[in-house]
């Protein structure tokens, strides 16, 4: 079983910026894609940006132009780079891949 291990989450202002990463604890040379989800209080998981093994990207359109997805197959890392923070990205964010499971998460928090 692969783990993953999301990191980089905290407290920010309304308008920054935060970087998280997601390290597995193998290979995801080969893996297909690699996503980002998001759970915020009484909703439901959503996805916000997954990146191919080719590194084709695409986004949710509530993140399209502040948040970019990126991975380092060296590091087996897939980082989101979230910038122009609003209150409503506040929630869990989680890192996965087909048949990967989910890590524990990080949480974001974005004040007013």
């Known amino acids: 079983q692969v783990q993953l291990v999301e990191s980089g989450g905290g407290l920010v202002q309304a308008g920054g910026s935060l970087r998280l990463s997601c390290v597995a604890s193998?290979?995801?040379?080969?893996?297909?894609?690699m996503a980002w989800h998001r759970q915020a209080p009484g909703k439901q998981r959503e996805l916000v940006a997954i990146i191919s093994r080719g590194d084709s990207t695409n986004y949710a359109e509530f993140v399209k132009g502040r948040f970019t997805i990126s991975r380092d197959n060296a590091k087996n890392t897939v980082y989101l780079q979230m910038n122009s923070l609003k209150p409503e990205d506040t929630a869990v964010y989680y890192c996965?891949?087909?048949?990967?499971?989910w890590g524990q998460g990080t949480q974001v928090t974005v004040s007013s």
């Open positions: 193998r290979s995801i040379f080969s893996i297909s894609y």
């Open positions: 996965t891949g087909p048949g990967l499971g």
